[in-house]
């Protein structure tokens, strides 16, 4: 039977991470508001993207931060071709979220829309690991699906979750991280609800 990583690695291939990368050009927008209360926040040093997908995110930071070293790890070999398409200075590498990081003492930490796909006991443990990696006053920015039960991704071979708002709020505090920031989105097209934190290390 494939692991979850097997079956994220599968799935992100090709068409899939095409698709992404198409979706996420329309999408950039709605963060605009959060990355300028972000870059307020933010202490001086390195910025991490753990999830980075189709690299847009570190895209957007290499335009606003020319001064920082940024990198990122994602599963997908397909998304890391994808990425490095885009992003000219970030260093990206294959990595699996779930794994301690090897950089510490950060100014930042991303964690975009994929958490839903890690298994129970996972979030909370990543979460633990992120704040662990910050230097004190840095930030961790995590948005994630809101609710609960499974997402549902059709014939394909995914398990997926929702986690509830006061789930992920608690998971967040007990990492010893303040949460300044939150907002929530209904996503029409998607009928779904997205949620935003930015949580400081206090």
Same mark, same amino acid.
């Given at each position: 039977m494939a692991t979850q990583g097997e079956k994220l690695v599968a799935f992100y291939t090709g068409h899939n991470a095409a698709n992404y990368d198409s979706m996420m050009e329309k999408e950039m927008e709605k963060y605009t508001e959060d990355?300028?209360?972000?870059?307020k926040k933010l202490p001086d040093g390195d910025l991490v993207?753990?999830?980075?997908?189709?690299?847009?995110?570190?895209?957007? /930071?290499e335009q606003k931060y020319p001064e920082r070293t940024l990198k990122g790890?994602?599963? &997908?070999? *397909? $998304?890391?071709?994808?990425?490095?398409?885009?992003?000219?200075?970030?260093?990206?590498?294959i990595g699996d979220m779930t794994q301690p990081l090897q950089d510490q003492d950060l100014a930042g930490i991303l964690n975009c829309f994929s958490i839903h796909h890690l298994n129970p006991g996972q979030?909370?443990?990543?979460?633990?690991?992120?704040?662990?990696?910050?230097?004190?006053?840095?930030? /961790?920015?995590?948005?994630?699906?809101?609710?609960?039960?499974?997402?549902?991704?059709? &014939?394909? *071979? $995914?398990?997926?979750?929702?986690w509830p708002e006061k789930t992920l709020e608690q998971w967040l505090t007990d990492a010893g991280l303040n949460i300044i920031m939150?907002?929530?989105?209904?996503?029409?097209?998607?009928?779904m609800n997205s949620i935003y934190f930015i949580a400081q290390r206090t």
């Amino acid at each position: 039977m494939a692991t979850q990583g097997e079956k994220l690695v599968a799935f992100y291939t090709g068409h899939n991470a095409a698709n992404y990368d198409s979706m996420m050009e329309k999408e950039m927008e709605k963060y605009t508001e959060d990355f300028e209360f972000l870059d307020k926040k933010l202490p001086d040093g390195d910025l991490v993207d753990t999830c980075f997908g189709s690299g847009h995110m570190l895209h957007k /930071l290499e335009q606003k931060y020319p001064e920082r070293t940024l990198k990122g790890i994602d599963i &997908s070999p *397909d $998304m890391l071709k994808v990425a490095q398409g885009k992003c000219k200075r970030a260093q990206l590498s294959i990595g699996d979220m779930t794994q301690p990081l090897q950089d510490q003492d950060l100014a930042g930490i991303l964690n975009c829309f994929s958490i839903h796909h890690l298994n129970p006991g996972q979030p909370q443990e990543a979460i633990i690991q992120w704040a662990q990696a910050l230097k004190p006053s840095g930030c /961790l920015y995590l948005a994630a699906w809101e609710g609960e039960g499974n997402i549902d991704y059709g &014939s394909h *071979d $995914m398990t997926a979750y929702f986690w509830p708002e006061k789930t992920l709020e608690q998971w967040l505090t007990d990492a010893g991280l303040n949460i300044i920031m939150k907002r929530t989105h209904f996503e029409k097209e998607m009928e779904m609800n997205s949620i935003y934190f930015i949580a400081q290390r206090t």
